[in-house]
């Protein structure tokens, strides 16, 4: 499995760049996994991220878009705007989470 070093730290990643130990993640991670992918967290990009991880952890899966829509009361359109392009699998790297199943 390969390994990242991220904020003077090593980091267990997939081949994708997706942390495979979310444990190790924090939010000083997030904000230097963000800044990777050119994206600024705000208040509302952690509304989103906070969802993520607390929904993780009940279901012990990365929740899909409509999941974060529905349960997470962040509408789709707002997302997209927060996440460009690839919401679903932006918001699960940023959070420290495996990629959503049918992510492409």
């Given at each position: 499995?390969?390994?990242?070093?991220?904020?003077?730290?090593?980091?267990?990643?997939?081949?994708?760049?997706?942390?495979?130990?979310?444990?190790?993640?924090?939010?000083?991670?997030?904000?230097?996994?963000?800044?990777?992918?050119?994206?600024?967290?705000?208040?509302?990009?952690?509304?989103?991220?906070?969802?993520?991880?607390?929904?993780?952890?009940?279901?012990?899966?990365?929740?899909?878009i409509r999941r974060v829509s529905i349960a997470g009361g962040i509408p789709v359109k707002e997302l997209?705007?927060?996440?460009?392009?690839?919401?679903?699998?932006?918001?699960?790297?940023?959070?420290?989470?495996?990629?959503?199943?049918?992510?492409?």
């Open positions: 499995m390969p390994v990242a070093t991220m904020d003077g730290r090593q980091i267990h990643v997939n081949d994708e760049g997706f942390l495979t130990d979310p444990t190790e993640w924090n939010d000083q991670l997030a904000d230097t996994l963000a800044g990777q992918i050119g994206i600024q967290l705000t208040e509302a990009h952690w509304k989103a991220i906070r969802f993520l991880r607390d929904d993780f952890a009940v279901k012990g899966e990365t929740p899909a997209f705007t927060l996440f460009p392009q690839k919401p679903a699998k932006k918001m699960a790297y940023i959070a420290g989470l495996p990629k959503p199943r049918g992510c492409v």
